[in-house]
């Protein structure tokens, strides 16, 4: 998926050394196995909202970096990972219609619609997740944006792309990747892993589609970013 003009063959190899990624999903898994654990996501609590806010954005952005670095060893750029281009207005208008198109029948339609299913209700550790007052609710924005930057870049554009070397098939990259970013969101409980499960294989969809990261990467903020203060206005 890196890059539109890109082979079929370039897209099937892998994009940094196997080594790389093994480390990229021990983080992954540590994180949400620790989540899990806790019952809560990077030891955020009532009081410590704020303080985990910023700990996510770093380690977010961290995980980033390593993989910056790992695709580098390549000769290949972050810009690459994400392709696509708002040159003109009406690429960038195009990629938000498509985004709130995607949010409205994937997000707001399947997934609430297997959630209502599965009778997936918020555990505490979603709860306490969500900003109070106003500094908070900047902070959760920022947060929102560095979800969407990062774990797109993480999810379906390093991890999808790898994935999609070792089983040498576009939708094995697709798959495994969605398994992942279920897995990797540990705090939330398994109704929620596997609801977070089919999103990321849809998310991947989309970006197979777009051979652009830029669509998931807006529905990914209106997501966590809009849909988090919604969801907390409820929740309250």
Same mark, same amino acid.
Request: hydrophobic fraction near 60%; charge should be positive; glycine fraction near 16%.
């Given at each position: 998926m890196v890059a539109t003009e890109t082979t079929n063959d370039s897209r099937q190899r892998p994009i940094a050394p196997a080594w790389h990624t093994i480390i990229v999903l021990l983080i992954?898994? !540590?994180l949400s196995i620790a989540g899990a654990r806790s019952q809560n996501l990077l030891g955020i609590s009532t009081h410590q909202r +704020? @303080? &985990?806010? @910023?700990l996510i954005m770093v380690v977010e952005w961290v995980t980033v970096a390593f993989i910056w670095y790992g695709v580098s060893r390549r000769g290949l750029r972050m810009s690459d990972l994400i392709a696509g281009s708002w @040159? %003109?207005?009406v690429a960038?208008? %195009?990629?938000? &219609? /498509? @985004?709130?198109a995607f949010l409205i029948i994937c997000g707001m339609g399947v997934i609430n619609g297997l959630g209502y299913l599965l009778k997936a209700a918020p555990n505490q550790a979603i709860r306490n997740l969500y900003p109070h007052g106003h500094v908070e609710v900047i902070l959760w924005l920022l947060? +929102?944006?560095t979800a969407g930057f990062c774990e797109e870049v993480i999810f379906r554009g390093y991890l999808q792309h790898q994935f999609t070397a070792l089983t040498r098939a576009a939708m094995g &990259? /697709?798959?495994?990747? !969605?398994i992942v970013f279920g897995v990797s969101h540990g705090y939330q409980g398994w109704k929620f892993m596997l609801l977070i499960s089919v999103y990321g294989i849809l998310f991947g969809l989309l970006a197979q589609w777009r051979r652009s990261l830029r669509p998931g990467m807006i529905t990914h903020?209106?997501?966590d970013g809009v849909g988090g203060l919604i969801a907390s206005h409820f929740l309250r």
């Open positions: 992954l898994l !540590g +704020a @303080a &985990g806010y @910023a @040159a %003109r207005p960038f208008l %195009r990629d938000l &219609g /498509i @985004a709130l947060l +929102a944006l &990259g /697709i798959v495994l990747q !969605g903020f209106l997501q």
